[in-house]
């Protein structure tokens, strides 16, 4: 009977027009809810009336009279005409209805960018969220420690304009140079290095062709060429359109030895497993400027003093501290010598309680605080302080080989490389040699304190300019490291030749006795390795009792770091004098400032300079791995 009522015309008709009203108000709903962002209230749906008592057929809707606010209607049809809209899904397509509230994965970037997380500005459909951060990238709360990938955000700061750092400009010492990763040559830019080659496909296949002894030589389209010995490891890499040589390579085929010049700009870089020093020249005004970073974040940075040729000024940058120094720079034949000059003189009396026998000697050790120290335990067999001090140089002596030790430590936990077996001990004979050159620096200084500061050498123009000629050697300017008898390496790895021709690496805390007088035509000078970390497992590493010659350069820095340390343990030693718990009476150190050596280190622009380059360090390693470990495949 149901069916015939519903079959007849003006019944289909009637239903029609009432399917008609419930669409149209259904889109005006869903209309509002896109534009407003929030559904309308629905006021509560009355019981829906039984399938079998259908509407009578006398009480229409007039077609005249649809209704016209956007409320839904409050009359309620069967089911199966009136969508469900109180379903999780219902039958409403999701694009009319895109998640206002939900994470931003379900927003597209493209077309709604986030306004306040750090790519706001600079909207990526892969960039992550400011609250919802991608699973593989720093979120912007915390950002990675060392060197963000290129594709994530920091906070504040755009990663790519600071080589990785995140938050701004830290002004500690060493704020995000490096870290482990980076040491280890698997930071980068993603940029592909100097030659912008970022994958293998972009290598394509080389041409071969033989070399003499049995090996190969690989070319590739970009220029570059890969020399392989008969084992088929590379011997050699160049790059001559942008620069690049690597001379060296370890077993795995990564670079241990290459150069990078560009115009202006040439950088050295040496690597010993994960230890690595870098040296950068540049051409600036006024002279060129130096860059050497060693460890992680450590380093410093030289440049000209404006107004004062001959001279320069270094910011040391490292174990989280920066100070600066003042250099005089001149020639020694046809080296360029660094000296420091003194930034700080102590009265004359004060020198003499310096340089001679105490009336009373001291027990200091219970007061170093090195007990539980993890540099000590690691050293403390090799290293036996003095047990009773008897003047200021002996104590001087253990606070210099203390700190040198202290830093070799710390350089290789930094590397990933946690010293083990045995020390190289410091034998009675080294140690009687740092105090016999701790005296000697002790009298230089007093012999300056008691003159006016008189530049050494031919100050004849400023340093590096193109324009000055190495002046002649000066007989009165002897380097202090042909006066010195022992050094301590502490920027490292340093390639040196041994007298059997073949060359070695001297690591931090690495001890060398200087044997020749003078140096060599090479400018090399004559060493003897006392303490070094090579055996039969560390062919490459320098080994006790081996001969080899040092760059009379390199030795003389060693002299310098030296110098630095000692001044740094005057200082406390000055504050120590009458002290209980501390050193003996005597005359009042009087220190004075020599006002034209002071000099603020630049510690923020050193961290930046130090942070540039090891960044380019790893994207040139980067790109010679690459291509080197890809070659032939």
């Given at each position: 009977?149901?069916?015939?009522?519903?079959?007849?015309?003006?019944?289909?008709?009637?239903?029609?027009?009432?399917?008609?009203?419930?669409?149209?108000?259904?889109?005006?709903?869903?209309?509002?809810?896109?534009?407003?962002?929030?559904?309308?209230?629905?006021?509560?749906?009355?019981?829906?009336?039984?399938?079998?008592?259908?509407?009578?057929?006398?009480?229409?809707?007039?077609?005249?009279?649809?209704?016209?606010?956007?409320?839904?209607?409050?009359?309620?049809?069967?089911?199966?005409?009136?969508?469900n809209t109180t379903s999780p899904t219902g039958t409403?397509?999701?694009?009319?209805?895109?998640?206002?509230?939900?994470?931003?994965?379900?927003?597209?970037?493209?077309?709604?960018?986030?306004?306040?997380?750090?790519?706001?500005?600079?909207?990526?459909?892969?960039?992550?969220?400011?609250?919802?951060?991608?699973?593989?990238?720093?979120?912007?709360?915390?950002?990675?420690?060392?060197?963000?990938?290129?594709?994530?955000?920091?906070?504040?700061?755009?990663?790519?304009?600071?080589?990785?750092?995140?938050?701004?400009?830290?002004?500690?010492?060493?704020?995000?140079?490096?870290?482990?990763?980076?040491?280890?040559?698997?930071?980068?830019?993603?940029?592909?290095?100097?030659?912008?080659?970022?994958?293998?496909?972009?290598?394509?296949?080389?041409?071969?062709?033989?070399?003499?002894?049995?090996?190969?030589?690989?070319?590739?389209?970009?220029?570059?060429?890969?020399?392989?010995?008969?084992?088929?490891?590379?011997?050699?890499?160049?790059?001559?359109?942008?620069?690049?040589?690597?001379?060296?390579?370890?077993s795995s085929g990564r670079p241990t030895q290459l150069?990078?010049?560009?115009?202006?700009?040439?950088?050295s870089i040496q690597r010993v497993g994960n230890s690595?020093?870098?040296?950068?020249?540049?051409?600036?005004?006024?002279?060129?400027?130096?860059?050497?970073?060693?460890?992680?974040?450590?380093?410093?940075?030289?440049?000209?003093?404006?107004?004062?040729?001959?001279?320069?000024?270094?910011?040391?940058?490292?174990?989280?501290?920066?100070?600066?120094?003042?250099?005089?720079?001149?020639?020694?034949?046809?080296?360029?010598?660094?000296?420091?000059?003194?930034?700080?003189?102590?009265?004359?009396?004060?020198?003499?309680?310096?340089?001679?026998?105490?009336?009373?000697?001291?027990?200091?050790?219970?007061?170093?605080?090195?007990?539980?120290?993890?540099?000590?335990?690691?050293?403390?067999?090799?290293?036996?302080?003095?047990?009773?001090?008897?003047?200021?140089?002996?104590?001087?002596?253990?606070?210099?080989?203390?700190?040198?030790?202290?830093?070799?430590?710390?350089?290789?936990?930094?590397?990933?490389?946690?010293?083990?077996?045995?020390?190289?001990?410091?034998?009675?004979?080294?140690?009687?040699?740092?105090?016999?050159?701790?005296?000697?620096?002790?009298?230089?200084?007093?012999?300056?304190?008691?003159?006016?500061?008189?530049?050494?050498?031919?100050?004849?123009?400023?340093?590096?300019?193109?324009?000055?000629?190495?002046?002649?050697?000066?007989?009165?300017?002897?380097?202090?490291?042909?006066?010195?008898?022992?050094?301590?390496?502490?920027?490292?790895?340093?390639?040196?030749?041994?007298?059997?021709?073949?060359?070695?690496?001297?690591?931090?805390?690495?001890?060398?006795?200087?044997?020749?007088?003078?140096?060599?035509?090479?400018?090399?000078?004559?060493?003897?390795?006392?303490?070094?970390?090579?055996?039969?497992?560390?062919?490459?590493?320098?080994?006790?009792?081996?001969?080899?010659?040092?760059?009379?350069?390199?030795?003389?820095?060693?002299?310098?770091?030296?110098?630095?340390?000692?001044?740094?343990?005057?200082?406390?030693?000055?504050?120590?004098?009458?002290?209980?718990?501390?050193?003996?009476?005597?005359?009042?150190?009087?220190?004075?400032?020599?006002?034209?050596?002071?000099?603020?280190?630049?510690?923020?622009?050193?961290?930046?300079?130090?942070?540039?380059?090891?960044?380019?360090?790893?994207?040139?390693?980067?790109?010679?791995?690459?291509?080197?470990?890809?070659?032939?495949?």
């Open positions: 009977m149901l069916i015939k009522i519903i079959r007849k015309p003006e019944i289909l008709k009637f239903l029609q027009h009432c399917i008609g009203i419930a669409s149209c108000t259904l889109m005006m709903a869903t209309g509002a809810y896109a534009l407003h962002g929030s559904a309308p209230a629905r006021p509560a749906a009355s019981a829906p009336r039984p399938a079998s008592t259908p509407r009578p057929a006398t009480t229409p809707r007039p077609a005249t009279a649809p209704r016209t606010n956007t409320q839904p209607a409050t009359r309620t049809s069967p089911n199966t005409t009136r969508p409403r397509p999701t694009t009319t209805r895109p998640n206002t509230t939900g994470p931003a994965a379900n927003r597209p970037t493209t077309t709604r960018p986030t306004t306040t997380g750090p790519t706001a500005n600079h909207p990526s459909a892969n960039s992550p969220s400011a609250n919802h951060p991608a699973a593989n990238s720093s979120s912007a709360i915390k950002p990675s420690a060392n060197h963000p990938s290129s594709g994530t955000g920091t906070a504040n700061h755009d990663a790519g304009n600071n080589h990785g750092t995140s938050g701004g400009h830290d002004t500690s010492a060493n704020h995000g140079t490096g870290g482990k990763d980076a040491e280890q040559g698997r930071g980068g830019t993603g940029k592909g290095g100097p030659g912008g080659i970022t994958s293998k496909s972009q290598l394509g296949k080389p041409t071969l062709a033989k070399t003499s002894g049995g090996g190969t030589r690989e070319t590739y389209k970009n220029g570059a060429q890969v020399d392989k010995g008969r084992d088929g490891k590379p011997t050699h890499f160049s790059d001559s359109k942008n620069g690049i040589e690597a001379k060296r390579f370890d150069t990078h010049s560009t115009p202006g700009s040439r950088t690595r020093r870098m040296d950068t020249t540049r051409t600036v005004h006024g002279g060129v400027e130096h860059v050497v970073g060693y460890g992680h974040g450590g380093g410093y940075v030289q440049r000209p003093i404006a107004g004062r040729p001959g001279y320069v000024q270094r910011t040391v940058v490292y174990g989280g501290r920066s100070y600066g120094v003042v250099y005089h720079s001149y020639y020694y034949g046809h080296v360029m010598i660094y000296s420091p000059v003194p930034a700080i003189v102590f009265a004359p009396a004060y020198y003499g309680w310096l340089l001679n026998p105490w009336a009373q000697p001291i027990v200091y050790g219970p007061y170093w605080g090195w007990a539980g120290q993890p540099w000590f335990g690691y050293y403390g067999p090799a290293f036996t302080p003095y047990a009773r001090y008897y003047s200021a140089d002996q104590w001087l002596t253990d606070y210099l080989i203390a700190q040198n030790l202290q830093q070799a430590y710390d350089e290789q936990v930094a590397a990933g490389e946690t010293p083990s077996g045995p020390p190289p001990p410091i034998t009675d004979e080294e140690k009687a040699l740092i105090a016999q050159d701790v005296h000697a620096e002790l009298a230089r200084q007093q012999q300056q304190a008691a003159q006016p500061q008189q530049p050494q050498g031919n100050d004849t123009g400023v340093v590096g300019d193109s324009n000055v000629q190495p002046p002649a050697a000066a007989s009165n300017a002897v380097p202090e490291a042909l006066q010195d008898h022992i050094f301590t390496v502490y920027a490292a790895p340093l390639a040196v030749q041994m007298a059997s021709g073949t060359t070695c690496n001297l690591m931090a805390g690495d001890m060398l006795f200087r044997t020749g007088n003078a140096a060599n035509s090479d400018d090399t000078v004559d060493v003897e390795v006392k303490t070094g970390h090579g055996d039969a497992g560390h062919a490459d590493l320098c080994a006790p009792q081996a001969h080899a010659k040092v760059q009379l350069a390199d030795l003389q820095e060693m002299y310098n770091h030296k110098r630095e340390l000692l001044a740094d343990g005057e200082q406390k030693q000055s504050d120590l004098v009458g002290k209980k718990h501390g050193l003996p009476k005597g005359p009042k150190p009087g220190a004075t400032q020599v006002a034209q050596n002071q000099i603020d280190p630049d510690t923020q622009a050193a961290v930046d300079a130090l942070k540039k380059q090891l960044q380019e360090a790893d994207d040139t390693e980067g790109q010679v791995s690459l291509i080197t470990t890809t070659s032939g495949s």
